[in-house]
């Protein structure tokens, strides 16, 4: 489908259950949902060897303390997901897998990726998590339970004190298993919205919807990326 069929069809999706669904956006469709540290410990261990979360939790308590030197701050006021995704935002790889309320944000992140810089005409896809039916992570998962091998759940943007996050309607799920989301025995409800168009055209309607790196990230970074898009937009006019 084309962005303007998706945008028709994500909202005859949501209508019947408004607010259940999040969304998350991937350059390439096949990729699968798998969380970073998942990826890690794939990348690094012995293929045979049993998923752990102990490797993450050492790197975790690694960062903080660091960080606390480095920057004089105290993450101990942080509850333990605040510091997973600061950790994660930072580049570490974490159980947490990030989604946004919002569909078009998640397309934003797909055709902004790296892998897409270059090409005018793209192929990505959406995917839409229906949380309605997901355990929620801050009830079940206490303080010291969260770090638990096989841990599932859903964190939203609440959990979180980050400007970032807020604007970019995010929420998480927390996946402390090996390998994609879609093969968790819970069977999660996930939609996946195949989309093929033009780069800069979805680029130029998301910007209408005031959706672009400056507004998201709200940072330097991003916005100098805005500008590089603009350019790439402008030689491709």
């Not at 990826?39 to 012995?46: E, G, K």
């Not at 490797?55 to 920057?71: G, V």
């Not at 993450?75 to 997973?84: M, T």
Request: net charge negative; with cysteine; proline share 4%.
């Amino acid at each position: 489908m084309n962005f303007a069929s998706f945008r028709d069809q994500v909202l005859r999706d949501a209508e019947q259950s408004w607010g259940t669904w999040v969304y998350r956006g991937h350059a390439d469709p096949a990729w699968p949902l798998e969380c970073s540290y998942s990826r890690f410990v794939a990348s690094v261990c012995d293929k045979s060897a049993p998923y752990c979360s102990a490797q993450f939790k050492s790197m975790l308590n690694q960062f903080l303390r660091r960080a606390a030197d480095c920057l004089g701050e105290d993450y101990e006021r942080l509850s333990l997901f605040q510091k997973i995704a600061l950790a994660q935002h930072h580049g570490l790889p974490t159980p947490l897998l990030d989604w946004t309320h919002s569909p078009y944000v998640a397309v934003y992140f797909a055709v902004t990726d790296k892998h897409h810089l270059h090409n005018p005409d793209v192929t990505f896809c959406v995917y839409a998590l229906n949380r309605s039916v997901l355990p929620v992570a801050d009830s079940l998962l206490l303080e010291d339970g969260a770090l638990q091998d096989g841990t599932f759940g859903f964190l939203d943007t609440q959990l979180f004190v980050s400007r970032r996050i807020a604007r970019q309607g995010g929420c998480f799920t927390y996946q402390d298993f090996a390998g994609c989301l879609r093969e968790h025995p819970s069977r999660p409800c996930v939609k996946t919205y195949q989309i093929s168009d033009n780069r800069y055209q979805i680029i130029r309607e998301l910007q209408l919807m005031g959706i672009s790196g400056g507004s998201l990230f709200d940072d330097l970074d991003h916005i100098a990326n805005d500008v590089l898009q603009r350019e790439l937009m402008n030689s491709h006019a």
